[in-house]
């Protein structure tokens, strides 16, 4: 067995397509000179333009737009009333969405490139162009270890400038997971939820001046696809013509043996994270949250569920000790200091002080 195939990846944790030791890795996989070409501008880019590997793409395309066209509001959105159409998870009811989201070439490259098995958990079908502010999916969706997870966008039909064409940063995805810490903000005590999202438009705005990156556009054909990276930031151009339709689909994935969660409704440190409850597409059945092989602890999840962690300072006024003691005798047995432990611990898990 030569060296290569030796090789002991130091970095497991994360992706093998933004490791520094991407060349070893994945060039041990024997990859086709087009795997290759797609994991350099995965890796350069944070995305890489690809045909989606489907014989029978023109008739899936087809066959979801009529079978989508009558579940959208298109009064309204013509009306100006909602910025985008979009269905979300239509591959519940319709078999096509679901045969792209899980198709084995793109599941087979997606493992090469991230060093794990990926799974499709979420489907978005838009019937016009998405129009959205720049941002980065790592807010919505994220992983722990980090970046294990990834869009792969195809046009159903052909995009152009007047209907609604992908934009995106090239080389942002490089940039740090900046999250609510970083901006400042604690999610659990806001005034509403995501309250914060337009600090987080500011932010990406100067991001994206003071690193002078100029934005690119992807001018589909249909059956052309972008898988991107989850830090990468990118936007919906304008729908300029109203009466024209920009058929797509994005697929979201992630990788196997990661904790999956919410970062803009999550402040990890101060007891709250949203963690995702998920279903493999591909497969079927729940996905367990794990770290290094290793489920989370339902009981962690639970408690830690956002909403249940802003604690107060103060005792309750009627806060008796004994009583607290009695009817919590694992904290009795414990001997701790019960009004210590009911501030620290006992708000957040719901025990009974009476």
């Not at 890489?48 to 959208?72: C, H, K, M, N, W």
């Not at 100067?206 to 249909?222: G, M």
């Not at 990890?268 to 794990?290: E, H, T, W």
Request: hydrophobic fraction near 35%; charge should be negative.
């Amino acid at each position: 067995m030569s060296l290569r195939n030796e090789y002991r990846n130091p970095l497991p944790g994360v992706p093998v397509v933004e490791s520094p030791f991407f060349e070893r890795l994945f060039m041990a996989q024997d990859p086709t000179p087009e795997e290759v070409r797609i994991a350099q501008d995965l890796r350069e880019k944070g995305y890489a333009v690809v045909d989606f590997p489907e014989p029978e793409f023109d008739r899936l395309a087809t066959e979801i737009r009529e079978e989508l066209s009558g579940q959208y509001d298109w009064q309204a959105w013509r009306a100006g009333q909602i910025p985008s159409l979009r269905i979300q998870d239509a591959w519940e009811t319709n078999a096509n969405v679901r045969r792209i989201a899980a198709n084995q070439h793109v599941l087979k490259l997606l493992e090469r490139l991230y060093g794990r098995r990926a799974f499709p958990f979420q489907t978005l079908n838009f019937a016009v162009g998405t129009q959205q502010h720049v941002h980065s999916d790592s807010v919505h969706f994220s992983s722990i270890p980090e970046r294990f997870m990834c869009g792969v966008w195809v046009a159903l039909e052909d995009i152009d400038m007047d209907n609604g064409p992908l934009m995106y940063y090239p080389g942002s995805h490089k940039w740090p997971l900046y999250l609510n810490e970083h901006i400042g903000v604690n999610s659990q005590h806001l005034n509403r939820q995501f309250a914060q999202y337009g600090d987080y438009e500011y932010l990406w705005r100067e991001l994206i001046s003071v690193h002078d990156v100029k934005p690119e556009i992807f001018l589909a054909k249909k059956g052309q696809a972008l898988i991107w990276s989850a830090n990468l930031l990118h936007a919906g151009g304008k729908q300029n013509d109203l009466n024209r339709t920009r058929y797509s689909q994005v697929t979201h994935y992630y990788f196997d043996d990661c904790s999956y969660y919410t970062p803009l409704a999550s402040d990890p440190f101060y007891g709250n994270i949203y963690f995702r409850n998920l279903m493999d597409i591909s497969q079927g059945g729940q996905v367990a949250n794990k770290i290094c092989g290793h489920e989370v602890p339902e009981a962690f999840i639970k408690v830690t569920v956002p909403g249940k962690t802003a604690r107060s300072t103060k005792l309750p006024a009627d806060f008796d000790p004994e009583a607290y003691l009695a009817l919590n005798p694992d904290v009795k047995a414990a001997n701790v200091e019960p009004a210590e432990h009911y501030l620290n611990h006992g708000q957040r898990e719901g025990r009974r002080w009476r």
